[in-house]
């Protein structure tokens, strides 16, 4: 497994992602790096840290580009389907089963499939992933027919897999096979300092302007925003309601502290977090920097 370090970029930029800091430089120049090599790469971090955004820039920045990009979450399909979501069923091979239907590897074929929270992947499934893995190939359930898949494959995980393979909740073999490129992403408290790039980018948004005007965050606001500490499950605008107990509700173009606790979610937040709910793994290291970086 190769380490998170590569020369940083100094641009900030890395495929509609947002980062200044060193750390998120340091991140960027391993994804340069890693985007043209066909290689498996695990993604790890907390919850809103942006690995999504990080499988589709490997995706974009890739030879396979004009190919599908297929995401599917492990940890959201019930057991018994998970199978049959990954690698296809037969008509028949199962109560419900009216037709046939493609799995998540045939119709990623040609191009990136992302498996999110691999960690939760049951153990008694992990074997048949390794062989397809291994293999290039899928067999339905149900049927018997072997399809062959061309398929770049991320994984992501909050989890500290190498711990669970420790443990015996993970197999060695298919955490090294996924992992030939591990990235680590930092939560936003880890990086205050991207915290006014971040909000600035997201304040200059064309749509955020159009709708609410040019603002700006005083440094006085900026201070408490910077040392908030951006825990990782709350949804976004619950997240700006917490974060903010000091933050006013923007006057004119100016959006300063208050002394008081705001009935709603302040106007400096409602801005950055809007254009976050409207996708389903948007963070601070995205095109779309809000506060639902969420850790």
């Known amino acids: 497994m190769l380490p998170a370090q590569a020369p940083a970029v100094e641009a900030g930029f890395f495929a509609g992602m947002v980062g200044r800091s060193p750390r998120m430089r340091e991140v960027f120049g391993l994804l340069k790096k890693v985007a043209p090599m066909d290689v498996s790469v695990i993604v790890t971090g907390e919850t809103g840290t942006g690995k999504e955004l990080v499988a589709r820039a490997l995706h974009d920045e890739s030879p396979r580009r004009k190919g599908p990009f297929v995401v599917l979450d492990c940890g959201s399909i019930p057991e018994n389907l998970i199978e049959s979501e990954l690698f296809g069923h037969e008509k028949g091979a199962f109560t419900g089963a009216i037709s046939s239907r493609e799995g998540a590897f045939e119709r990623a074929d040609s191009g990136t499939i992302f498996l ?12 048949r992933l390794l062989r397809v893995l291994e293999n290039r190939e899928v067999r339905r359930v149900g049927g018997t027919h072997v399809t062959g898949v061309d398929v770049r494959v991320v994984a992501a995980t909050n989890r500290d897999l190498a711990k669970e393979v420790e443990d015996g909740a993970f197999r060695e073999d298919l955490y090294f096979r996924l992992g030939v490129i591990h990235v680590q992403l930092p939560p ?24 609410h005007g040019q603002k700006r965050v005083t440094p006085a606001a900026m201070a408490i925003l910077q040392s908030y500490g951006w825990p990782g499950k709350p949804q976004p605008r619950r997240e700006g309601e917490r974060a903010a107990p000091q933050i006013h509700r923007a006057v004119g173009a100016e959006i300063s502290p208050r002394r008081a606790y705001p009935s709603r979610a302040p106007e400096a937040l409602s801005l950055v977090t809007e254009t976050a709910s409207r996708r389903r793994d948007t963070s601070c290291t995205g095109a779309r920097p809000s506060a639902r970086c969420r850790g």
């Open 188 to 211: 936003l408290r880890a990086r205050p300092d991207d915290v006014p790039w971040l909000i600035e980018h997201a304040l200059s948004r064309q749509e955020v302007v159009k709708r």
């Open 116 to 127: 999110d929270e691999i960690g939760e992947l049951r153990i008694d499934m992990q074997p």
